[in-house]
């Protein structure tokens, strides 16, 4: 397979950014001449991005239309799953690998993400930098790559777990506790802690379908 184009790229990341930062939200449809002007490229760049997230399922087609693909309670679960077990090896590999610097890098994060508690929309942007930095101070490019594919997917969902009322404090002091256990050189307790963290996330996203279904019905 022929790598994409630089200005593909481009335009790939530039589409890939907005599905994450929730300018585009599933169910929109997406045209190409109005993403061209948007980016500022020309359309060919954009044809070959759009082919691009289709193949990876972040689009889908709705007539002859590509929309922003949703995923169902099914395909959620199961990302859930796997995130679960790829970020606890992460954390776990952190414990084992983590330069001082990288763990000090880690504990500023979560020191300065105490004051975006009630921002959701911040901390949600911030949580993915902290999450990738324990990605990263795993020093496994292969399990980096497996959870950038993971983090793609989770671009789907509409809303964050940290909008939950109380959810972002509660964030926090697992983030807290993962950081803490990345010092201590717990390979285990780093784990367990993070996929702690990430099954009270599920939990709590749950409960927001719940309710939501709840209101539209």
């Not at 970020?87 to 414990?95: F, K, P």
């Not at 324990?134 to 509409?158: C, E, G, K, T």
């Not at 404090?169 to 784990?191: L, T």
Request: aromatic fraction near 4%; proline fraction near 2%.
């Amino acid at each position: 397979m022929a790598a994409p184009k630089p200005g593909s790229t481009d335009a790939y990341s530039m589409i890939l950014d907005a599905i994450d930062t929730g300018i585009y939200r599933p169910g929109d449809r997406l045209v190409e001449s109005e993403l061209a002007e948007r980016f500022k490229v020309s359309r060919t760049p954009i044809r070959e991005a759009l082919q691009r997230l289709e193949t990876q399922s972040l689009l889908a087609r709705e007539g002859r239309s590509l929309i922003v693909a949703s995923l169902d309670h099914n395909q959620t679960a199961e990302l859930y799953v796997v995130r679960g077990e790829l970020e606890g090896l992460a954390a776990r590999l952190a414990a084992r690998h983590a330069t001082e610097e990288e763990i000090r890098v880690l504990r500023e994060m979560v020191e300065a993400d105490n004051a975006l508690v009630n921002d959701p929309t911040a901390l949600s942007r911030s949580n993915r930098r902290f999450h990738k930095q324990i990605h990263l101070a795993s020093h496994n490019r292969y399990l980096v790559q497996q959870l950038d594919l993971v983090y793609r997917s989770m671009a789907l969902m509409a809303t964050t777990s940290l909008a939950a009322e109380g959810r972002g404090e509660i964030a926090q002091a697992e983030h807290d506790k993962i950081v803490s256990m990345i010092e201590a050189r717990d390979e285990d307790g780093a784990d367990a802690a993070l996929r702690a963290h990430i099954s009270v996330a599920f939990v709590t996203r749950l409960k927001q379908e719940a309710a939501r279904l709840e209101a539209e019905g």
